[in-house]
């Protein structure tokens, strides 16, 4: 049973920075991402990370403010998310794909969650 835990959650204002963690609980040849749910709506994609680093995905409403990476020796991704907006406000939670090798795109595609994170910015 893999088990991810994150960290890095708080209270900003609009336009700063913030860094989330994730530690995987074992090594995993796994695609990595992060997810978010904010109130009232569904949870969605926003980013991942293809196991050796090499592949990312982004959402749309994050490319370019947000920068995925994951340090294998450590066991651990990182979400760096910059210029953040009050509508980044969500539970970020950290995924690891139910596949090795495999893309993780989509809530279909997670075998793992993290406990979630609360991120919250305000305007």
């Known amino acids: 049973q893999v088990q991810l835990v994150e960290s890095g959650g708080g209270l900003v204002q609009a336009g700063d920075s913030l860094r989330l963690s994730c530690v995987v609980s074992?090594?995993?040849?796994?695609?990595l991402g992060w997810f978010r749910q904010a109130p009232g709506k569904e949870r969605e994609f926003i980013v991942s990370?293809?196991?050796?680093?090499?592949?990312?995905n982004y959402a749309d409403s994050v490319k370019g403010r947000f920068t995925i990476s994951r340090d294998n020796a450590k066991n651990t991704v990182y979400l760096q998310m910059n210029s953040l907006k009050f509508e980044d406000t969500a539970v970020y939670y950290c995924a690891a794909a139910r596949r090795p090798y495999y893309d993780l795109l989509s809530t279909t595609d997670v075998g793992y969650w993290g406990q979630g994170t609360q991120v919250t910015v305000s305007s």
């Open positions: 074992a090594r995993t040849f796994s695609s």
């Open positions: 990370i293809n196991w050796s680093g090499s592949r990312t």
